[in-house]
């Protein structure tokens, strides 16, 4: 009886003219797996996730190329600056793109997102000197504001069993960008260096070295901008509290135990007095901070010489480790993590995974006093372990953060969630790339020497994330 009631309810609040109306309507009548729905939230993250951290292993080479350090160990300096200002930027806009999203709905703030890829990566990649360089990554991160929309997007698409996935989809195609875009950059930096016989010195690609992996990440984000077009608006264009008040009525005649919390919920309108959402967010910044911060010192503690307890890796070794990552991430993110997300919760995923990456990235000191394969073993097992583990932790976080609100609040939500990340790894590369100078003038310090003393504050960093998981700091919404 309360099936065929809550049937004929929604149909009463069903407007024809509302495209979030139309994708609840869709949701209710599909069956089975969907998997064009998951295809197009994995592209349009991965779209806006490659550019992130593309730059990383040629970032080292890029700023030499400026003659703007004095010092060899300078380098990881000025690297930093131009690898936090894409976060910069995103920190300053997030907020305004979630309210955004949430006023004039999620579409148009996925395709700007989408076609600034297409723009400004492609002006960094032809950058002539250290300025132009962040600029252009300033404004790519101004303009590229889609993954908090995506997120909501991705709630109000999916079937509320195939929600966890959805948010598993997002972090997935949002960590292998990040490991991915690192590989093309390593592959294609330097063509004319690394493929002699098929690029000049003399041609577009041997004038702008870093021009290549830049404009094979722009077409791949046209592509994916023109497919964008196709997908449904999930806003409701129309007001919802009616709606709301009369599933809570809903919920009080078929005597649902859990109709108070629905009530208590939709209380909440203040996102700043939520503070499941908020301690969920603050959790995520300090995994952010450690993320981003971990992505830029693993390039150039494996870019930079073996005399400064680097590994003396090239830009297409770099690649190679990174794409190997990449794909042991792909396969874990979509067999393993959405059945331990159903099994543990996402608090105790986010929980161990923090724990044993501390335990992981403590040994990386000594994996640089290796050579030949074993140092290469060694290097690809712990950096594809690493990088599950962090992903998983983040997803976790991304579950939690968007069951604290209402569908209307998600864009907001996902937005302040958004510029306290842009901001945390935006602090991360600068801070990141000043440490790691600094540690390649104290190899002979009596505590923590050299890269020793870089690995110990990331360890810090995320060990701090994983204490605030625990109460009474990190509150979970009940559902």
Not at 44 to 71: E, G, Q, R
Not at 303 to 331: E, H, M, Q, W
């Amino acid at each position: 009886m309360a099936e065929e009631y809550t049937e004929c309810l929604l149909e009463k609040n069903f407007h024809e003219n509302c495209p979030g109306c139309k994708v609840d309507q869709m949701k209710r009548l599909r069956r089975g797996f969907p998997f064009s729905e998951l295809c197009s939230v994995w592209i349009i993250v991965l779209c806006t996730a490659l550019p992130i951290s593309s730059l990383f292993p040629f970032l080292y080479f890029m700023i030499d190329d400026f003659n703007i350090a004095k010092k060899e160990e300078d380098i990881g300096f000025y690297a930093g600056f131009v690898g936090c200002s894409f976060m910069l930027g995103r920190t300053l806009t997030s907020v305004f793109w979630g309210i955004v999203a949430d006023r004039y709905g999620r579409k148009p703030v996925i395709l700007i997102g989408t076609a600034s890829v297409v723009v400004f990566n492609t002006l960094f990649g032809l950058s002539v000197n250290f300025w132009m360089a962040i600029i252009t990554r300033f404004c790519l991160g101004s303009f590229n504001g889609l993954l908090g929309p995506i997120k909501a997007f991705a709630m109000e698409t999916f079937r509320d069993e195939y929600q966890g996935l959805a948010l598993s989809a997002v972090s997935t195609a949002w960590g292998i960008g990040l490991i991915i875009g690192p590989a093309l950059g390593g592959f294609l930096a330097q063509p004319a260096k690394q493929y002699p016989s098929l690029f000049s010195e003399e041609s577009v690609f041997g004038k702008f070295p870093y021009f290549l992996p830049c404009l094979a990440i722009s077409c791949f984000a046209f592509l994916v901008t023109i497919i964008s077009l196709r997908i449904p608006e999930t806003l409701h264009n129309h007001k919802i509290d009616d709606d709301s008040k009369s599933f809570d009525a809903l919920k009080v005649l078929s005597h649902d135990p859990e109709s108070h919390k629905v009530t208590e919920r939709n209380e909440k309108s203040s996102l700043l007095k939520n503070w499941p959402l908020l301690s969920s967010i603050i959790v995520y910044c300090i995994f952010s901070l450690h993320d981003m911060a971990y992505t830029e010192i693993f390039s150039l503690w494996a870019n930079s010489p073996r005399k400064y307890g680097g590994l003396g890796y090239s830009s297409a070794d770099v690649g190679t480790v990174l794409a190997i990552s990449g794909f042991g991430l792909l396969i874990f993110q979509l067999s393993l993590y959405s059945y331990a997300e159903r099994l543990l919760g996402p608090i105790i995923v986010t929980r161990i995974s923090g724990s044993l990456a501390i335990v992981l990235l403590a040994s990386y000191p000594l994996i640089a006093k290796l050579s030949g394969f074993s140092l290469t073993l060694a290097l690809n097992c712990a950096s594809v372990a690493k990088n599950v583990l962090g992903v998983s932790a983040i997803t976790g976080l991304f579950i939690l953060q968007n069951r604290a609100v209402r569908q209307d609040q998600r864009g907001a939500a996902n937005g302040i969630a958004m510029t306290g990340m842009s901001l945390f790894k935006a602090i991360g590369p600068a801070a990141a790339g000043i440490i790691f100078s600094w540690s390649e003038k104290r190899q002979d310090a009596a505590f923590l020497p050299g890269t020793q003393i870089v690995f110990f504050i990331l360890n810090a960093v995320l060990a701090l994330g994983v204490v605030m998981t625990f109460k009474p700091f990190l509150a979970e919404t009940q559902q």
